[in-house]
C-alpha cells in the first residue's frame, strides 16, 4: 500500500497528482501554459520553465489538499524526467528529488512516453498486457507492442512531423492559433464531407512508418488556392479544410493502427497522447475494432493531454518491482529512447 505523488513538467503543462496503489487516484490539479504560449505561436522554452517554477508547489499544496493526505504521507515521488524541454524537465526534476529528499523516501524519474502508454490501464476497463499502443503526441507518433511495464518494442514511428504537430501546423496555417489540434477538430464538424480530399501519406507503404510534413504542404497549397488577392478564404472554405485535414490524419493512423494488430497477432489497442482525444480517430478506431474484432482503449480525455496522473501512476507500477533511488542528484533526459529504458529492475 503506497501513496505516490507525480510530478509531470516535460513541456506546458504543469501536473501533479496523487496516487494510491489501492484507493486509486485520489487527487490530481493542472495547470496549461497554452494561453500564454499562444501569442507566440509555439511553446517558448524559457517561459514554459519560469511558469513550472510559479506553479509547481501550488498545485502540489492543491492537490494534497483534495486527497485529505498529508505531504507525510507520501511514499513515494515519481517525476517526468524525459524526454521533454530540460530547463522544463529540471524544474520537476528538481522538485521532486528535493521534496523526496526532504521526506526521505524514494524518488522514481519516468519517462514521458511511459506515462501516456500506460495511462489507458488507470480508467475501466483496462486492458492487459499484451497489447499495441500508438501514441499520438505533439512530439511523437509511434506504434509499440506493450508487454509488460519496461518491456516495449518500436514496430513503427514518423520519419518526420508527428500527427499532432501535423494537427498544429495546418491549424495554425487555419489561423486557429496553438496547438491548434482541437479547435481544427471542432471546426472540421461543420465542414463539407468530400469537397477537399488531401493525400494519406504512406498509408499503403506496407510498413508501419508515418509521414506527416507533406500532408502540411498540400494543406498550405490547398489555403493558397482559395486566399484569392491575399483575401482570407471564407468560413465554410476554411471548415471543409479542417474536415479534409482531419480525415487525411485519422485514416492514415487508423489504418496504420489496425495494421500493427494484424503483424503482432495482438487483439487489443491502446490509444495514448493529447491526439487521443480526437473524436473522429476514436469513432474510426471503434468502428475499425467492431469490424476487425479487436478491442480499443482510451485513457478518459483529460489523461489524454500532459497531466500528473500518469506519471504518479506509472511510478506506482514501477515502484511494485523497483525500490527507487535514494540518491538526490539528478538529471534529466530531453531525449530519450523508450526502448532503452529497460524493465524495473
Ligand atoms: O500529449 P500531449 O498533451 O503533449 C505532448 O506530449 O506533445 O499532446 C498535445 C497534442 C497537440 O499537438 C494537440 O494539438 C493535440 O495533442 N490534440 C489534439 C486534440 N487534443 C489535443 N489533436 C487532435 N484532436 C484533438 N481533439
Ligand atoms: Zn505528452
Known amino acids: 500500500m503506497k501513496l505516490i505523488l507525480g510530478i509531470e513538467t516535460s513541456c506546458d503543462e504543469t501536473g501533479i497528482a496523487l496516487y494510491h496503489t489501492e484507493r486509486g487516484l485520489l487527487a490530481h490539479a493542472l495547470h496549461s501554459q497554452v494561453a500564454m504560449h499562444n501569442e507566440y505561436g509555439g511553446v517558448v522554452p524559457e517561459l514554459a520553465s519560469r ?3 510559479r506553479r509547481v508547489l501550488p498545485l502540489i499544496h492543491e492537490a494534497v489538499r483534495e486527497s485529505s493526505c498529508t505531504l507525510k504521507g507520501v511514499d513515494a515521488v515519481a517525476y517526468t524526467q524525459g524526454p521533454g524541454l530540460s530547463g522544463a524537465l529540471l524544474v520537476g526534476a528538481g522538485i521532486g528529488c ?17 506515462g501516456h502508454l500506460l495511462s489507458p490501464l488507470l480508467a475501466d476497463p483496462a486492458p492487459e498486457f499484451p497489447f499495441v499502443a500508438l501514441l499520438v503526441s505533439g512530439g511523437h507518433t509511434q506504434l509499440m507492442r506493450v508487454d509488460g511495464v519496461g518491456r516495449y518494442t518500436l514496430l513503427g514511428e514518423t520519419l518526420d512531423d508527428a500527427a499532432g504537430e501535423a494537427f498544429d501546423k495546418s491549424a495554425k496555417l487555419l489561423g486557429l492559433g496553438y496547438p491548434g489540434g482541437a479547435a481544427l477538430s471542432a471546426l472540421a464538424q461543420q465542414g463539407t464531407p468530400g469537397r477537399f480530399r488531401l ?22 497549397t490547398l489555403a493558397q488556392q482559395h486566399e484569392r488577392n491575399g483575401q482570407p478564404m471564407d468560413e465554410q472554405t476554411r471548415a471543409d479544410i479542417a474536415h479534409a485535414t482531419q480525415e487525411a490524419i485519422v ?27 480526437n473524436r473522429r480517430l476514436r469513432a474510426q478506431l471503434d468502428r475499425a475494432a467492431s469490424r ?11 489523461f ?18 523497483q525500490a527507487g533511488s535514494r540518491q538526490y542528484s539528478f538529471d534529466v533526459k530531453p531525449r530519450w529512447d523508450l526502448q532503452k529504458i529497460g524493465l524495473p529492475a
Do not use: W
Request: proline share 4%; with cysteine; glycine share 12%.
Open 199 to 220: 493525400p494519406r501519406p504512406m498509408l499503403h507503404s506496407g510498413d508501419l512508418e508515418f509521414s506527416f510534413s507533406g500532408l502540411k504542404t498540400a494543406v498550405l
Open 304 to 321: 489524454c493531454t500532459d497531466n500528473g496522473a500518469m506519471i504518479a501512476f506509472a511510478g506506482a507500477l514501477r515502484l511494485k518491482h
Open 251 to 277: 485514416e492514415v493512423l487508423a489504418g496504420k493502427a489496425t495494421a500493427a494488430l494484424r503483424q503482432t497477432g495482438l487483439k487489443q489497442l491502446v490509444v495514448a497522447g493529447g491526439v487521443g482525444a
Open 98 to 114: 528535493s521534496l523526496a529528499y526532504a521526506l526521505g523516501i524514494p524518488a522514481i524519474g519516468i519517462h514521458h512516453l511511459e
Open 51 to 53: 511558469d513550472h517554477i
Open 292 to 302: 476487425l474484432q479487436f478491442r480499443v482503449f482510451y485513457p478518459d480525455l483529460e
